[in-house]
């Protein structure tokens, strides 16, 4: 018998030299610092505007404020002061159970379940977990998303290249449907996901930077993972049948799931590269139903909930000023909801500190769903990335699919459009050239958002 390969111990800020020990001992007290700042200096607006409560309201509502800000300072001494990791005591949220669940069989194997001592996935998540659950518990600010401002800014400060890029895909011509045409395109509008991906404010601490606009000549050398050949074909090979099941040759419709990550721009840039597949016939809207996964709660800094994709749909129709291009493309977007050809879906578990080998026993029926039903699964970003192999100490040579371990939907493919800020990378090829080059990048290469990769998979 073969024997099972090695599954490294995961990351975490016991490690005082990793990107975990400076998310713990900085990036996390400045996003929650910045949150409570927020509430001191914009509650009055908050209330008023954001909450929408009545004047007889307000005044409760603003003494509230004050209790809000003493627990997040409370949250931020206990990160900074390494303190134990408890049980969440709730009963307002479908997750607590889950969690505590995970928690108690941390417990069990850990006699020192603090911050600094667990795996980095579940002590970030728990953070921002326990956020939530401040606003949850108090009586004004159940529905407040305290990440919501930074996010609605850094989508206005890139409208010049959102009506770029919406004049340039409302001139995608359908009716020219040659192969390099469409693999062109295809390349084109996945640059701008990819890329889109740099839109991350909990790498920025919040900070909006990033304006849209990119030279993808100067970054296709950074991407050190590069699988968007085999995303083609099996594009093509998708639009032709060949990858049609034997359970679903007689359905109309099949489906493809995107596990949304950054609200704002990249947010943007997902729906244009769903809606130029569109256009240029590769997922035909007769026959595909797109499932976007988002997070039930706000949850580092910028990932995408529902209310981000209906501000976004309303802030483009309602807003003067912006181009006419921009509003006819987002009146496509609202058409393709409208007619459900275009479903949100939210879920528990992507806001739980698993990672995705344990979805088949943590959420079965959404695995059952990826098995089932879904012909392609993309998975933007960072934390997904981690969530996908296991947050863990992998050789970057360890094959992904080796890493994705237990994660193996049989119907679907797999592809993962990532900019990387955290310290695990997989996939890279023993080739010397791209060895070599690594060496030559700065310390924290795996930190800064500048390198990228792609990796695409199908389960045989």
Known sequence: ?????????????????????????????????????????????????????????????????????????????????????????????????????????????????????????????????????????????????????????????????????????????????????????????????????????????????????????????????????NFWSFMQQLLSGQNSNNNQNDKKSYRIDIILDNAGYELFTDFCWVEAMHTIGLLPKDQVIVHFHVKCMPWFVSDTMTSDIKWLLKYVNDTAGISLDLKRLNERFNENFRHRQWLIEEHDFWTLPHDYAQMPRVAPELYRDFCHESRLILFKGDLNYRKLVGDRKWNIRTSFKQAIREFQPKSAAICTLRTIKADVVVGIHDDPVIIERIKQFPSDWMEIGEYAVINFLKID
């Open 1 to 229: 018998m073969d024997s099972q390969p090695i599954i490294p111990e995961p990351l975490s800020a016991n490690d005082k030299n990793s990107f975990a020990y400076k998310t713990l001992s900085y990036r996390l007290p400045i996003i929650i610092t910045k949150v409570i700042d927020l509430l001191c200096r914009q509650r009055k607006q908050i209330i008023s505007i954001d909450l929408k409560l009545p004047p007889e309201q307000q005044p409760e509502a603003e003494e509230e404020t004050k209790q809000l800000i003493e627990e997040l300072a409370k949250l931020k001494y206990e990160l900074q002061t390494n303190k134990s990791i408890r049980p969440i005591v709730s009963s307002s949220l479908s997750d607590t159970q889950a969690w505590n669940d995970l928690l108690n069989e941390e417990y069990r194997h850990n006699d020192n379940v603090v911050y600094f001592n667990v795996s980095w996935l579940l002590s970030e998540c728990y953070f921002y977990r326990m956020m939530h659950e401040i606003f949850i518990r108090s009586k004004y600010f159940q529905n407040f998303d305290q990440f919501f401002t930074v996010k609605k800014e850094s989508f206005e400060l890139c409208l010049k290249p959102a009506e770029k890029l919406a004049k340039h895909l409302l001139m995608l011509n359908d009716q020219q449907q040659s192969s390099d045409y469409q693999e062109s395109t295809f390349t084109f509008y996945t640059m701008h996901s990819l890329w889109g991906n740099k839109f991350d404010l909990s790498l920025s601490c919040g900070e909006r930077k990033q304006t849209g606009d990119f030279d993808f000549n100067e970054l296709e050398s950074k991407i050190l993972v590069n699988d968007l050949k």
